[in-house]
Nanobody, 115 residues
Framework: VQLVESGGGLVQPGGSLRLSCAAS????????VSWNRQAPGKERELVAG????????YYVDSVKGRFTISRDDAKNTVSLQMNSLKPEDTAVYYC?????????WGQGTQVTVSS
């Protein structure tokens, strides 16, 4: 199983980026999927997630109203649309797929918000 993130980069404050995560040998609809981030010197935190049980969506308070997580079952991808980006959003963003007894992480993609 391999998760591959893409879409990171350098963006100015107030800008937008769209991250995507593709999977091999794993069907996202069978897993709870999430985006997580880790900034320098900080612990990894959950940013947004979609439950495989009921489809409910979670966002950490700091991104509510700015980020949108979505899952495309036809393409088997998970995306994170990030708008109104702030310097404090700078981090490595990781895709994760989890269910009871197993979880998988991508390698991460760097997002840098700076003028």
């Amino acid at each position: 199983v391999q998760l591959v993130e893409s879409g990171g980069g350098l963006v100015q404050p107030g800008g937008s980026l769209r991250l995507s995560c593709a999977a091999s040998e794993l069907t996202f609809s069978s897993y709870t999927v999430s985006w997580n981030r880790q900034a320098p010197g900080k612990e990894r935190e959950l940013v947004a997630g979609i439950s495989s049980v009921d489809g409910s969506i979670y966002y950490v308070d700091s991104v509510k109203g700015r980020f949108t997580i979505s899952r495309d079952d036809a393409k088997n991808t998970v995306s994170l649309q990030m708008n109104s980006l702030k310097p404090e959003d700078t981090a490595v963003y990781y895709c994760k797929a989890a269910r009871i007894g197993r979880h998988y992480w991508g390698q991460g993609t760097q997002v840098t918000v700076s003028s």
